[in-house]
Nanobody, 118 residues
């Protein structure tokens, strides 16, 4: 059974930082891409960042320069370091896996809430 478990969400002030983790099990981690998505209240889910099996990252324009994605294949975990956070970054953040970035999603995590507020 494939499981993706996100952690690290919470409440942070504007300008602050937070690091999310996505721990995977039941999947050949080295072979898959892992992406981060987010969904704010009343809005559609959107892609935030993705990292390929060969460690190539990509970012949505809204987060480029502020977020950094990385992966640890030994720990089977993907990290999303978020800095210079803005209130508009408030959302539930989900990780997901598939064979490639921008390809079909095979599995989703349950999500972790990030709230940016003073």
């Amino acid at each position: 059974e494939v499981q993706l478990v996100e952690s690290g969400g919470g409440l942070v002030r504007p300008g602050g930082s937070l690091t999310l983790s996505c721990a995977a099990s039941g999947v050949t981690f080295d072979d898959v891409a892992i992406g981060w998505f987010r969904q704010a209240p009343g809005k559609e889910r959107e892609g935030v960042s993705c990292i390929t099996s060969s460690d190539s990252p990509s970012y949505a324009g809204a987060v480029k320069g502020r977020f950094t994605i990385s992966r640890d294949n030994v720990k089977k975990t993907v990290f999303l370091q978020m800095s210079s956070l803005k209130p508009e970054d408030t959302a539930v953040y989900y990780c997901a896996t598939g064979w490639r970035c921008n390809g079909p999603i095979d599995y989703w995590g349950q999500g972790t809430q990030v709230t940016v507020s003073s």
